[in-house]
């Protein structure tokens, strides 16, 4: 949000706060392009994506992903899942207005949403306007494993990330890539950073940005096709492996220190 900055004196302090750093690295070419927009120049930048913990996410097993099901009531629905503060900036509730076209398609899909629950009540109150609150679950807060397992168990990952009335917007989407090491391919909105995070058409498919028709027909899209969305997924995570991890990422980091080192010690 530091580049959607309303007020022109903070905007001013920003743009000579970054001016002045040896360098900037951005998370996304999204965020890059906001801060080249927002009247930045810097003596050096450069693109590193956020990446993923393989560490701690990873597949599970078919008894784990089953246990996780029976302890919140899912059964063997189809699980669609966003791991993220309950927000609009997450879109939660642009996935919950796609699911009355979603439902028509494919009526054994459940949605759940894990993370802190900020925006819940409004989003529950949503989902029951919409005749869809059986469909919707907040889990809130979960503990490490138990998201793990969630991510593991559900069919398809969906981020739709929108922008804030204040500014802020989606960098990137490091829960993308943690929900590829666990084998889930994403379906993600356009306009924000987070859509960097999948390969479209390969690994996932983009939506646009706060449109629930799109979103519905992104998911629906994939649910007709299991075939399809299976393969998406083992690429998911074969891509995360290769190139996604925070080991990969601070490799890169590493190197572009060292140049930078290297730039300030030349008299």
Not at 104 to 132: C, I, M, N, T
Request: aromatic letters at 6%; proline letters at 4%.
């Amino acid at each position: 949000m530091e580049f959607n900055v309303p007020d022109r004196w903070n905007r001013e302090l920003n743009r000579r706060a970054f001016e002045q750093a040896v360098g900037v690295v951005n998370v996304s070419k999204y965020t890059e392009g906001k801060m080249l927009a927002s009247g930045i120049r810097t003596r050096f930048r450069t693109v590193i994506p956020n990446g993923a913990d393989d560490g701690r996410f990873g597949i599970r097993s078919r008894d784990e992903q089953q246990a996780f099901r029976r302890r919140h009531g899912l059964g063997d629905a189809r699980i669609l899942i966003t791991v993220g503060s309950v927000h609009e900036r997450k879109g939660q509730d642009v996935v919950i207005r796609a699911l009355p076209r979603i439902l028509e398609k494919h009526p054994d899909v459940h949605y759940v949403s894990v993370g802190q629950p900020y925006k819940q009540a409004a989003f529950s109150a949503l989902a029951r306007e919409l005749g869809v609150d059986h469909k919707v679950h907040f889990l809130g807060v979960l503990s490490p494993d138990e998201v793990v397992c969630a991510l593991n168990a559900a069919d398809l990952f969906v981020m739709t990330s929108q922008h804030t009335p204040n500014g802020d917007f989606e960098g990137y989407g490091i829960a993308v890539v943690e929900a590829a090491l666990c084998g889930r391919a994403a379906v993600v909105s356009d306009g924000s950073g987070v859509c960097e995070a999948i390969e479209p058409g390969e690994t996932g498919l983009v939506a646009r940005i706060s449109d629930p028709v799109s979103t519905a027909e992104r998911i629906n899209e994939l649910l007709s096709d299991p075939a399809r969305l299976a393969t998406m997924s083992a690429r998911a995570r074969e891509r995360a492996l290769a190139e996604k991890t925070w080991e990969v990422r601070c490799e890169t980091y590493h190197r572009v220190l060292q140049d930078l080192v290297e730039v300030q010690r030349v008299p």
